[in-house]
C-alpha cells in the first residue's frame, strides 16, 4: 500500500470566516508530504503568522481530488 500524501493549504484570509484568501486568490498548496513532514512544516509556517489572525494553515489528506 502506498504511504498517504497530505497538503498543508491555507494563507491569508479576506476575513475570519476563512472562507475566501485575501484579494480573490487561490489558497497555498504546500505538498506532497508524508504526515509527519505536513505536521512540522505546519508548526513552521504557523509560528510564523502567529501574530496575524487572518492567517491559517490546515493540513488535509486530499486536495483537488473528487
Do not use: C
Not at 31 to 49: D, I, L
Amino acid at each position: 500500500m502506498a504511504e498517504q500524501k497530505f497538503y498543508v493549504i491555507g494563507g491569508e484570509y479576506a476575513d475570519t470566516s476563512f472562507e475566501q484568501i485575501a484579494g480573490g486568490g487561490e489558497p497555498e498548496v504546500h505538498a506532497p508530504f508524508s504526515e509527519r513532514e505536513a505536521k512540522e512544516f505546519w508548526r513552521n509556517v504557523t509560528g510564523k503568522t502567529v501574530d496575524n489572525a487572518l492567517v491559517r494553515y490546515d493540513i488535509r489528506k486530499h486536495w483537488g481530488q473528487t
